[in-house]
């Protein structure tokens, strides 16, 4: 797995929080995926994402939040590439 940082960390808190944050920006997404990902920024302006085996098309949204599909959409992507936490609470030290 990357070396994640805490603002990395923090990031996959969020996504993996229940219930769903509501406030995820996607500039912390943009940077997570960054660091575990081959992200391209493609000519269309989504963005291509290669995480292991898997690659994924994303469109950035149109504000500065994601949106419940992302969120769903992250956490697959995330999991199959086993990046999901055990316990959230795994995430930030406390056992």
Known sequence: ???LNNHHRDT????FSHPSSA???WRQV???LQAVAVTT???NGKL???LGPETE????PRTKDIDQQMIVDLRQMLTRAGLAPVNPSD???EN
């Open 41 to 43: 920024e493609e000519h």
């Open 91 to 93: 995430l930030a030290g």
């Open 30 to 32: 943009l940077s997570l």
């Open 48 to 50: 291509k994402v290669t």
């Open 1 to 3: 797995m990357a070396d």
């Open 23 to 25: 406030s995820i920006e």
């Open 12 to 15: 996959l808190e969020k996504i």
């Open 57 to 60: 098309v994303l469109q950035p």
